[in-house]
Structures are given as structure tokens and as C-alpha cells.
């Protein structure tokens, strides 16, 4: 079985550009949830969506926004990025939303 | 919001049974609790998730007390493979809005 598949798995832009990041989850799986890793720091949670609704946001600027489609998977969109931005981005599925959650690989975004 | 906090590190050797504590006062009547291991550069990996009491799998085992503002992973017998970073999450439904919060994580390393 296919788990938790991220794409790209690194990128590389340049302050003032958007990025999108893509994930597809586990088959099955109706919640996706994105989170922010900064280099030796916990995952920090971005958005939470489930059945195609957004059910959660955690504190990060409106220049983040996110989606998920039909069929479960989901982008994370990053607009304007700042030098901050850089780093794993990870996401998540699970069956509900506070069910156990699978991670993908992450993305690994450097902004210079 | 809810909140965790966790030691920063611990240190143990092979064979031996190690216990993270993790705190979460503000956790949400219908929120789970679970541990997640993470090894450099991999997205987190679900070690075991519980409401209250005990739980135990094939890797580890949660114990929560009544009141649930607290929660303890115990890993058995840990080996060098062990040597890793724990996050505690919690789910917090306050309002409308639902979010997962990790803790800092605990490096746990296994000494030989």
C-alpha cells in the first residue's frame, strides 16, 4: 500500500514567489492536515481539512491557504514567501481527524 | 489552545525501560492523546494513541491518569534504533476551530 505521498520532495525559491505543495494521502484516508518544521523544532500545524472542509487553522499568516480536492488530496499554498518560510513541510492523513495520522517524506522548502 | 510540555532530552542505555512524561492542561473532553517517534530528515512516525487509562502495543505502552492533564510513554528495553525525537500531540476542538498541537519533543538517546 501506497502511504503519505508528498510532492516535490525539495524546492528552492526565491523571496517574493508562491509555492504550491501537493499531497495525496493514504487510500481510505478523508483528513488531511499540513504542518511547519523549522530545524530543531516540533512540527507546527498549519491547517487541518476534512471531507473537503477546513477544520482547523493554526497561527500562521494569511499568506498560507490550503485546499482538498474531491479526491482527498490536498496543496498548500504559500504566497509572497519570506526567508522564515523555509522549511519541512509536512502532511498528514488520517481516517478522522484526531485518529491516528500517517506523515509523508515532507517537502523541504528553501527560500533565499 | 492546548499545550504540552515534555522534557527537552533523555538519556538511557540499551535494555533498559525508558518513561517520557508529557503535561497537557487544557486538553479537550473528546481529544485523544498520542506519541509519535521521529528519526532525522523522516516525517513522525505513530507510536501509540490513548484516552485514558492504559494502552499498550507491540512497542510501547500510555498510561493516563484520571484527569487526563498528563500522559507517560514507556518504551521496554530501548536499543541504539530507539535513539530518536518523541512528540506528544494533542487535539484541541476549542470553539469551532481545531488544532493539533506538538509538544517540543524529548531526544531521547539510547547509549550502548
Known amino acids: 500500500d501506497a502511504g503519505v505521498t508528498q510532492s516535490p520532495t525539495h524546492l528552492i525559491k526565491t523571496r517574493g514567489q508562491h509555492v504550491t505543495l501537493r499531497c495525496s494521502p493514504i487510500s481510505g484516508h478523508k483528513s488531511v492536515s499540513w504542518y511547519q518544521q523549522v530545524l530543531g523544532q516540533g512540527p507546527q500545524f498549519i491547517f487541518q481539512?476534512?471531507?473537503?472542509?477546513?477544520?482547523g487553522r493554526g497561527n500562521f499568516p494569511d499568506r498560507f491557504s490550503a485546499r482538498q480536492f474531491p479526491n482527498y488530496s490536498s496543496e498548500l499554498n504559500v504566497n509572497a514567501l519570506l526567508l522564515g518560510d523555509s522549511a519541512l513541510y509536512l502532511c498528514?492523513?488520517?481516517?478522522?481527524?484526531?485518529?491516528?495520522?500517517?506523515f509523508g517524506q515532507g517537502t523541504r522548502l528553501t527560500v533565499v | 489552545l492546548a499545550k504540552t510540555t515534555q522534557p527537552i532530552s533523555m538519556d538511557s542505555y540499551e535494555g533498559q525501560e525508558v518513561n517520557i512524561t508529557c503535561s497537557h492542561n487544557n486538553i479537550a473532553t473528546n481529544d485523544y492523546i498520542t506519541w509519535y517517534q521521529q528519526f532525522p530528515s523522516q516525517g513522525p512516525r505513530f507510536i501509540i494513541q490513548?484516552?485514558?487509562t492504559k494502552v499498550t502495543n507491540e512497542v510501547a505502552s500510555l498510561f493516563i491518569p484520571a484527569d487526563r492533564k498528563s500522559s507517560t510513554l514507556s518504551l521496554p528495553r530501548v536499543s541504539l534504533s530507539d535513539t530518536a525525537v518523541y512528540y506528544c500531540?494533542?487535539?484541541?476542538?476549542?470553539?469551532?476551530?481545531?488544532?493539533?498541537?506538538f509538544g517540543k519533543g524529548t531526544l531521547l538517546t539510547v547509549n550502548p
Open positions: 500531540l494533542v487535539g484541541d476542538s476549542g470553539g469551532s476551530n481545531y488544532k493539533l498541537t
Open positions: 490513548g484516552y485514558k
Open positions: 481539512y476534512y471531507e473537503k472542509e477546513e477544520r
Open positions: 498528514a492523513s488520517s481516517f478522522y481527524m484526531n485518529t491516528e495520522a500517517f
